[in-house]
């Protein structure tokens, strides 16, 4: 026996004991090393598509969309820069155009031109950026490919010309509200903004921006719209729809984020939540950690599964995100985070890349089997739209003494003496 007195000796005790810490620090410091090589490796063979950044809306507030006076890849007052996204692993990058609601039914289409402007310009003005418009410029691109989502329907002024003329320019999703309703569409924003308070969901007009939007290729975005509204909207789109930056309702119980119905609804449609990393959507709280965030990405892959999961992390549109997550180059945590929740690559990959781009393609193959279709001419009924600015072209025409297509309406009497004293001091 003297072998066992031996091992139990304070010596042969201290080595095992120091062994087995060996093999467990090993073990530990090597697989936590493992987890963030493998999100590392992931997100370089998969860059991150990321649905709703907000850098573009700091340009304005704090630049005045002065891009000569800052170096974007540096930039420090914001939470986005070029090196961070190259550091974050991010692929592509949907920069929102986004106007406030306070501009509806003012000049919303002209500072929605001026963000769409900044934004290409932005992408033109850095190599490191390339400006797409399909599914194939993005997976065609070895740089950061930039895209352009119109944030507020509010921004094309109930006309389907502006918002074919907006994709022309590029825009590819289009959010059907922010936080004020549009004559034909309601947000999940309360009463926030006193706009169109009685509309309920969607519109007969607002039926028709739906059917323009898949006929055209323009993304459905339903972020910030009123929960009755996306339902309608999921019932009758031919295409998948997104949205672009919302988290679990389930989890946080705010109108702003997706409820369980409409989670089972977006698998159906096998469109795409891109959960949000705002601290105020995900923990209802202003504080959050990568934990906290993990667990929207678990919910909603248990409901809807992980196909219907993708990232719209909202930088610089919100204040408060997540421990350790302040800024675009933290996404490979979240990745990590995952993994060690036991995700598989192949999920991942789906939620990093893949499943934007299916539902990309989805949306373009909508769009191309309707090329027989002609562009609607429908317009919003006068009545639904409450402007004090809008000129009225029949009263103008009328002056003009031109003959119109639009349907001829009694001149006021009160301008119509206008018009004749008018033409008595001419002749
Ligand atoms: C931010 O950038 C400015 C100028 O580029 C620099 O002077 C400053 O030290 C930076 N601040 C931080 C916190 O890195
Ligand atoms: C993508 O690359 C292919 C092959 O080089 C090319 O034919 C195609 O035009 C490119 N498309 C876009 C949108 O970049
Ligand atoms: C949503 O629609 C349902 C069914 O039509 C209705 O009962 C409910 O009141 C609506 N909710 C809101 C907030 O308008
Ligand atoms: C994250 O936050 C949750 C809720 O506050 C807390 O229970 C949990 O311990 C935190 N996790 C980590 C890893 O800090
Ligand atoms: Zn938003």
New binding site residues.
């Given amino acids: 026996m003297e072998w066992i007195k031996h091992i139990l000796s304070q010596n042969a005790l201290w080595t095992l004991k120091h062994f087995l810490l060996c093999i467990f620090l090993q073990i530990n410091s090597c697989s936590s090393d493992d987890l963030s090589q493998r999100a590392q490796n992931l997100m370089e063979s998969h860059p991150l598509i990321d649905g709703h950044n907000d850098l573009a809306l700091q340009l304005r507030r704090i630049y005045k969309n002065r891009l000569s006076e800052i170096n974007l890849r540096t930039i420090n007052t914001t939470r986005t820069n070029l090196n961070k996204l190259k550091t974050g692993h991010v692929g592509a990058q949907f920069w929102s155009a986004y106007v406030l609601c306070s501009a509806q039914d003012k000049d919303a289409v002209r500072l929605a031109l001026e963000q769409v402007d900044v934004i290409k310009r932005m992408c033109k003005e850095y190599e490191e950026l390339e400006f797409?418009t399909?599914s194939?410029?993005i997976e065609?691109t070895t740089k950061i490919a930039c895209l352009i989502g119109l944030e507020g329907g509010h921004i094309i002024d109930s006309s389907l010309a502006a918002l074919r003329m907006f994709y022309e320019l590029g825009a590819r999703y289009m959010t059907l509200t922010h936080m004020c309703n549009t004559p034909w569409a309601k947000t999940s924003g309360g009463s926030l903004h006193k706009f169109y308070q009685g509309r309920k969901s969607l519109t007969d007009f607002g039926n028709e921006v739906i059917k323009e939007m898949n006929r055209i290729g323009m993304i459905i975005d339903l972020s910030h719209t009123s929960s009755n509204t996306s339902r309608e909207v999921l019932a009758i789109s031919k295409a998948p729809v997104i949205f672009s930056h919302s988290a679990a309702f389930a989890l946080c119980g705010i109108e702003r984020n997706v409820p369980d119905d409409i989670l089972l609804s977006i698998k159906k449609n096998r469109g795409l939540v891109m959960v949000n990393f705002h601290t105020g959507f995900v923990a209802c709280r202003k504080t959050a950690n990568i934990s906290t965030l993990a667990d929207h990405f678990d919910y909603i892959k248990k409901l809807a599964g992980s196909e219907s999961i993708g990232i719209g992390g909202d930088y610089d549109g919100v204040t408060g995100f997540p421990e350790g997550l302040e800024d675009v180059s933290k996404y490979p945590l979240l990745i990590q985070e995952l993994l060690r929740r036991g995700w598989q690559d192949q999920e991942i990959k789906g939620v990093l890349r893949e499943n934007f781009l299916r539902v990309f393609r989805h949306v373009e193959r909508v769009r191309d089997e309707q090329l027989n279709l002609r562009p609607s001419e429908i317009e919003i009924p006068e009545d639904e739209l409450s402007y004090s600015c809008r000129l009225d072209l029949r009263t103008f025409q009328h002056l003009r003494g031109k003959s119109s297509g639009i349907q001829e309406r009694s001149i006021p009497a009160f301008t119509l003496a206008i018009y004749i004293l008018s033409c008595i001091y001419v002749f």
Avoid: F, I, L, T
């Fill in positions: 797409v399909s194939q410029g065609n």
